[in-house]
DNA sequence: GCCGTTTTCGGCCCGACTGTTTTCAGTCG
């Protein structure tokens, strides 16, 4: 048992003890204690093994035995009782948006409803009304949801949501009684997967604001609709709510509402040991509620003696204590990305000619571009033969010797074949300034085969980097099987760079294994896999990834010029 | 089920909106 199947378990033992009723706090103990085992990169067989599970905090005794246990077995008493019980059709229909598990419970145990057809069919015959908290708007809200489920699978990525969030906002900005607004949410927090936008503004005339916000042109249909918060479905597809409050309460709200949950019970807690309460409208101190005024967000983490933590650190994973000790990290920022590896050419499957792409990079502000077309192996992508190679390096050559303060680097994204061996022979490989190695095919594999053939691809002293590291496309295609403890290892043991794929389709290495690989000792790189000039923008995606995964410039390679680059990868 | 400069018992973040109520429970974030 990994530690995501461990979490899995700890996750649904913590739904079906919620259905039966149980104990809120004691269920949230159970979700906690999921997230907590999801996120911990140490081999939990070790921390088993001394006991040391009962030191992390929101584990105590009985979760760290059940945590044993299912690591032993498979699985645990309590979890396997509650899964015989309840039917599994019954689980699914807590996904239906409005129905919660007391509706869920009432609806199995009182009339019988095993799933969410059942449900669906008795809400059209409108044999709910009437049932203790069930009325006709509740029946169509449960086929609107329903519907939704079927149509639309309720999240979508990163780039898509803010798109449309950019689209929203540049409107909501400009209405004249908008005093200050800003996209918070999980999009400022750079999640690589959003459930729905979050708009904020300040304002003295909120009703006003959300009847306006209602009859905006994107809007798909309303969902709901009060004097302070409105949420709606756009036409993309996406949801989208808006708060307003007065000015005031601006920075406690932006604060709030830009999350996590995990981070905003965190701070309250801490805000309640100091005396303090702290809700979306302002910090109020002792019994006398007076409101402690707050300019903006970092005048409200120094109230509560942090130094501001940027939103994309907001995870509760470590960010408030490192705050409160003033150890967080200075987060890379995109002055010191120098330039753009992995760019796609002609000569493969990109869009543009490499002099159309240097000079796109060149006008960002960027000082190199480091072309990576692909190897002959990947053939629909119309991999390079070494013919094509040598072509290719005369083209960058007589490129270089024409631009002035901008360079071209000769690399290439050369396959690790399924036994580890690479796709070019040594030969070939020493003509290239940066070679970055990467998986294409064979996503099936089993993880200690895939381990092993990564491992051996990137011993080989000609890679420099190990591109997009799990092979995931976000909402696609789950990552290979792959023990990236060893991979990282390897890694920081063979001096290879592991890139932070830019792409917001990849985002992988993803930021959870950032700081854990900066712990071991590896360097990040961050490519955009530009298949076009537009696409050399994903660059900013990959500094989101690496502020999020606690980076700093000193952890990603790209804040070195062509040649400190070049010559970094070529010292060993 | 967890946790402790208020505590080993009694708390556990807090508010908006909706729908079904006649003062509030459920859901959501």
């Known amino acids: 048992?990994?530690?995501?199947?461990?979490?899995?378990?700890?996750?649904?033992?913590?739904?079906?003890?919620?259905?039966?009723?149980?104990?809120?706090?004691?269920?949230?103990?159970?979700?906690?204690?999921?997230?907590?085992?999801?996120?911990?990169?140490d081999d939990i067989a070790q921390l088993i093994e001394r006991d040391e599970l009962v030191k992390l905090?929101?584990?105590?005794?009985?979760?760290?035995?059940?945590?044993?246990?299912?690591?032993?077995?498979?699985?645990?008493?309590?979890?396997?009782?509650?899964?015989?019980?309840?039917p599994e059709d019954v689980i699914k229909m807590l996904s239906i948006p409005g129905v919660g598990p007391k509706k869920t419970r009432y609806l199995w145990k009182e009339r019988g409803i095993k799933s969410i057809g059942e449900l669906e069919i008795l809400c059209r015959r409108h044999l709910l009304a009437g049932d203790p908290g069930f009325g006709e708007k509740t029946e169509e809200k449960i086929l609107a949801g329903i519907d939704m489920l079927k149509s639309f699978a309720g999240s979508c990525r990163l780039d898509e949501a803010l798109g449309a969030a950019l689209d929203v906002h540049k409107e909501v900005s400009r209405w004249p009684d908008v005093i200050r607004s800003e996209i918070g949410g999980s999009i400022r927090r750079c999640k690589e997967i959003i459930h729905d936008i979050d708009i904020l503004?300040?304002?003295?005339?909120?009703?006003?604001?959300?009847?306006?916000?209602?009859?905006?042109?994107?809007?798909?249909?309303?969902?709901?609709?009060?004097s302070k918060k409105s949420e709606v479905m756009?036409?993309?597809?996406?949801?989208?709510?808006?708060?307003?409050?007065s000015d005031e309460e601006y920075p406690f709200a932006l604060h709030?509402?830009?999350?996590?949950?995990?981070?905003?019970?965190?701070?309250?807690?801490?805000?309640?040991?100091?005396?303090?309460?702290?809700?979306?409208?302002?910090?109020?101190?002792?019994?006398s509620n007076k409101s402690v005024s707050c300019a903006d967000e970092t005048a409200l983490f120094k109230k509560l003696g942090l130094e501001f933590i940027p939103p994309e650190l907001r995870e509760n994973m470590g960010e408030i204590e490192a705050a409160a000790k003033g150890a967080l990290p200075r987060l890379i920022e995109r002055k010191d990305v120098m330039g753009v590896p992995h760019v796609h050419s002609t000569y493969t499957d990109g869009k543009a000619g490499i002099a159309e792409m240097a000079d796109a990079a060149s006008s960002l502000g960027y000082k190199y571009i480091v072309i990576a077309d692909h190897s002959q192996a990947v053939r629909i992508a119309g991999g390079m033969k070494p013919a094509d190679v040598r072509h290719q390096h005369k083209e960058i050559d007589a490129l270089n010797r024409k631009l002035k303060g901008f360079r071209v680097v000769k690399g290439v994204?050369?396959?690790?074949?399924?036994?580890?061996?690479?796709?070019?022979?040594?030969?070939?490989?020493?003509?290239?300034?940066?070679?970055?190695?990467?998986?294409?095919?064979?996503?099936?594999?089993?993880?200690?085969e895939m381990t092993e053939r990564i491992v051996r691809g990137i011993a080989n002293p000609f890679v420099k980097v190990l591109a997009h590291p799990t092979g995931r496309l976000l909402l696609t295609r789950e990552p290979y099987a792959v023990d990236l403890r060893r991979v990282i290892a390897a890694a920081v043991k063979y001096d290879v760079a592991l890139e932070i794929n830019a792409h917001p389709m990849r985002l992988d290495l993803d930021w959870r294994w950032c700081k854990y690989a900066k712990e071991q000792g590896a360097k990040m790189i961050i490519g955009p896999d530009a298949h076009s000039t537009e696409e050399i923008r994903h660059v900013e995606f990959g500094i989101w990834v690496a502020r999020k995964g606690w980076l700093t410039k000193r952890d990603v390679l790209n804040n070195l010029n062509a040649e400190d680059l070049v010559r970094y990868f070529h010292k060993r």
């Not at 756009?234 to 409050?245: E, F, M, T």
């Not at 949950?261 to 002792?286: D, I, P, Q, S, T």
């Not at 399924?418 to 070019?424: E, H, K, Q, R």
């Open 413 to 448: 994204e050369l396959d690790i074949l399924s036994d580890g061996a690479l796709d070019f022979d040594d030969e070939l490989l020493s003509s290239f300034e940066i070679v970055m190695a990467a998986i294409h095919s064979g996503f099936g594999m089993p993880e200690a």
């Open 1 to 41: 048992m990994d530690n995501h199947q461990i979490a899995n378990i700890l996750e649904e033992t913590a739904v079906l003890l919620e259905l039966m009723g149980e104990n809120a706090f004691k269920v949230r103990a159970y979700h906690n204690a999921a997230r907590i085992v999801e996120s911990l990169h």
């Open 256 to 287: 709030y509402f830009t999350g996590s949950k995990e981070h905003n019970v965190e701070m309250r807690g801490r805000a309640k040991a100091k005396g303090y309460k702290l809700n979306e409208y302002g910090l109020f101190k002792g019994a």
């Open 57 to 86: 905090k929101g584990i105590g005794r009985a979760l760290a035995d059940h945590i044993a246990e299912i690591a032993r077995s498979g699985s645990i008493k309590e979890y396997d009782k509650l899964r015989a019980s309840v």
């Open 234 to 245: 756009l036409k993309s597809g996406i949801q989208c709510d808006l708060r307003a409050v």
């Open 201 to 226: 503004v300040s304002t003295e005339k909120p009703e006003k604001i959300m009847e306006r916000f209602i009859a905006m042109p994107q809007v798909e249909r309303v969902i709901q609709h009060g």
